[in-house]
Nanobody, 121 residues
Framework: VQLQASGGGLVQAGGSLRLSCAAS????????MGWFRQAPGKEREFVAR????????DYADSMKGRFTISRDNAKNTVYLQMNSLKPEDTAVYYC???????????????WGQGTQVTVSS
């Protein structure tokens, strides 16, 4: 299984970015997809998750109302639309896949390489 994350970059506070994660090597629609992030010196934290069908989504409290996770199973791709970005959103963002609808990174078995998001104040 390979996951390729992209779309990160440098943005000013209040701006937007859209991350993408292209998957290959397994039946994409059969698995939960999650986004996590890790800032320097901090543990990896849950951002959002989406069920295989795309009908169920969930977010960390600090992302609710600002971030939107979605997926296109025909394109084997999951997205993370990030609006109203804050400097504290600066981190490396990772996509991952799991058999479980979980917010714990321990439940995710395959990970992308990460994409850097930097939000300037």
């Amino acid at each position: 299984v390979q996951l390729q994350a992209s779309g990160g970059g440098l943005v000013q506070a209040g701006g937007s970015l859209r991350l993408s994660c292209a998957a290959s090597g397994r039946t994409f629609s059969g698995y939960v997809m999650g986004w996590f992030r890790q800032a320097p010196g901090k543990e990896r934290e849950f951002v959002a998750r989406i069920s295989g069908s795309g009908l169920n989504t969930d977010y960390a409290d600090s992302m609710k109302g600002r971030f939107t996770i979605s997926r296109d199973n025909a394109k084997n791709t999951v997205y993370l639309q990030m609006n109203s970005l804050k400097p504290e959103d600066t981190a490396v963002y990772y996509c991952a896949t799991s058999n479980y609808y979980s917010s714990s990174p321990k439940r995710y078995d395959y990970w992308g390489q990460g994409t850097q998001v930097t939000v300037s104040s």
